[in-house]
């Protein structure tokens, strides 16, 4: 069983089923299904969970089940936006598709993708407002490119081809994460960095920040991005550098915790392995290190200074002191 948090409680869900329950494991709701490998997104009030290489798509908001969906081919991943809107790449074999997805689970659009053009789509993003992000990589002779797509659902989009409203081509470069933050800005984490774009129905570049280390990992909220590079220091093993949606660098620091998982909850930056918690503020700051009994699988914030951990052995609610 996998946990997230989804508007304010948790999303519960195994290959049998999914249920909404707060804190003290107390059920909302629950809805029963059957997967082998289930993958979860969460935007806000609306949760997509996918059968990865299998073709079920469960789509939910906060009362329950909105949609259900048996797809063609085989499930890559699939992303929700908070209005409820699905977009899901598929394995066709020679081909791939992209299929975009209303609330209630019926097909808005579908779009076939070869690996010669545009590419292999390796990720994708949806906004509430129809617009779908999009990036593909393909081999130019010695040469990998990637392709990052816009396409518009909306009228904006009705008169283009394939409904791509805007795109941007990058040599040498890997793109292996998109991510709408809002209805107007988008984010590619980039091999060598990262960029963000701007609009509301035409997004556009508006800046990249590109680092020379080797980037280990990535974690973003709705302000900020951050990256992490190793460090050849033995006292400290890595070091983050956070930035702002405009590109600008908020703060570098050298940290030492060997952690498998990074990402911002809540505004701090949580960091664990599988005996090891480490909390930060947004600056940077250290809020809390310390090991705990038994192995985790999941931790993040759920209140004001009240964490979830999630154990091998059960569920605990946290509060730092």
């Known amino acids: 069983t996998k946990?997230?948090?989804?508007?304010?409680?948790?999303?519960?869900?195994?290959?049998?089923g999914a249920s909404l329950v707060n804190s003290s494991m107390d059920t909302y709701w629950s809805v029963l299904y059957e997967m082998q490998n289930p993958v979860a997104d969460v935007k806000d009030d609306r949760a997509v969970i996918a059968d990865q290489d299998g073709t079920l798509l469960e789509m939910f908001d906060k009362n329950g089940e909105t949609g259900s969906v048996t797809t063609s081919y085989n499930i890559v991943k699939a992303k929700i936006s908070s209005s409820g809107m699905?977009?899901?790449?598929?394995d066709g074999g020679d081909s791939t598709w992209i299929n975009f997805y209303a609330s209630d689970g019926s097909l808005i659009a579908e779009n076939q993708t070869h690996i010669?053009?545009?590419?292999?789509?390796?990720?994708v993003a949806v906004s509430d407002n129809g617009v779908m992000m999009v990036t593909f990589q393909y081999v130019d002779g010695s040469k990998t490119t990637s392709y990052v797509a816009f396409y518009n659902y909306g009228d904006v989009g009705q008169n283009e081809d394939d409904r791509i409203v805007s795109g941007y081509t990058y040599e040498n470069v890997v793109i292996p994460q998109v991510e709408c933050i809002n209805e107007s800005q988008y984010i590619a984490l980039r091999d060598d960095g990262f960029s963000t774009y701007q609009g509301n129905q035409i997004p556009k570049e508006s800046k990249t920040v590109n680092v020379k280390q080797e980037i280990v990992s990535t974690?973003?909220?709705?302000d900020r991005i951050g990256l992490v590079f190793k460090n050849n220091n033995k006292d400290d093993l890595y070091t983050m550098e956070v930035y702002n949606m405009s590109g600008q660098l908020k703060f570098r620091k050298n940290f030492n915790v060997p952690y498998t998982t990074i990402k911002m909850s809540g505004g701090n930056i949580v960091m664990y392995n599988s005996s090891q918690i480490c909390v930060m503020n947004s600056r940077g700051v250290q809020k809390y290190m310390g090991s705990v009994d038994g192995t985790i699988r999941d931790f993040f914030k759920i209140g004001w200074n009240k964490y979830l951990m999630v154990l091998d052995t059960g569920v605990s609610t946290i509060k730092f002191s």
């Open 3 to 16: 946990y997230l948090e989804m508007s304010g409680k948790i999303l519960r869900y195994s290959p049998d």
């Open 86 to 90: 699905v977009a899901a790449i598929l």
């Open 116 to 123: 010669s053009d545009p590419g292999y789509p390796l990720d």
């Open 219 to 222: 974690f973003f909220d709705e």
